[in-house]
């Protein structure tokens, strides 16, 4: 753990997990992640800012062990990774308010087991003072669970957003030194996490415009003293249109499927459209939701299994329709031996993808000339309307 200061008297308890790879048993951490907790010192009171994942509860504890108050403490958002050493806090200063959300104060109860009687609720824009320090409460719900609510101090200027803005990074910097390696995280982190969300997000980043914030910290990785940066990367995100980007999620078990994707990547890169593959048997999940993030038009390409698409290719349908991305088109190509109904099945996993499908290509065995002349002609269909974007 690191406890370092930010400003006088507020200090930021973070602790660097190096070495987790995985979260919520789905979500790759190339990079590891850290849990901030953030104390602020009033003239009159002490509050601590979220808490740590609970397999560090003891580490947090220990690093408190100089603190000799702490008379609020915020639940800005119930995942354990921000509120799981909440109780060991409430049990060490048996005086502690909890402060949270009215959404959350039944949640902390189930999740957390906190009695009911520690909680104090404080709604949207209410204010708690610390004497010579204000924190006023920032409810934005579904950023990305219901009860999630920001944190705002108000002489300083901070805004303390918990996993909004954030990214999954270990990172010794206190403030954000390179920006190209937490531009790259923070948008992985926003398209696994908030993009399911980005219309609610877009009017939460009307209502900040608002506030006058000088440095965002969020409780994963670096805080930002430009907020700029990271609100500014928000904004392209949730408001622009998708990219000329095509995406190949797909599987081959006996090569005609990956013959196919390799001609159609020719094609695509032949007609000045941008496209990358993935390999769902193997890829980065992240990656793929990362680029989802700018892509317009996504291929599935599968072999049949059974009557089906491969199980990889179903998780990429499940995983592409979940995410909600901009994505504007979408097709199926793939082979199959004497009978199926692959690309039927992708389109059922993609019912709600709001998406023009284009025709699909299958093949009986290998890809043939007219394999090929078809999927020529899927790319001239991409590329006409990747001309049309805007
Ligand atoms: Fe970082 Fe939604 O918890």
Redesign the pocket.
Known sequence: MSVRTIRPGIDRFAVEDWDRRLFDELIPLPDGTSYNAYLVRGSQRTALIDTVDPAHADVLLSALDSVERVDDLVIQ?V?Q??SGTAPAVVGRYPGVRVLASPKAKPMIIDHLGIPAERIQTVEDRETVSLGDRTLEFIHAPWV??PETMLTYLREEKILFT??LF?SHLATSDLYVEDRARVHEAAKRYYAE?MMPFAGLIRKHLERLAGVDVKAIAP??GPTHEDPSFIVDAYRHWVNDPPSNLVLIPYASMHASTARMVDYLVTALGDRHVAVQPFNMTVTDIGQYALRLVDAATVVFATPTVLVGPHPSVVFAAYLTTALRPKLRYAATIGSFGWAGKAPETVRSLCSSLQVEWLDSVFARGAPTPATYQALDALADAIATRHRELS
Request: net charge negative; hydrophobic share 15%; aromatic share 8%.
């Open positions: 958002h995942e990774d921000h990305h669970w918990c996993d954030g996490i409780s994963h």
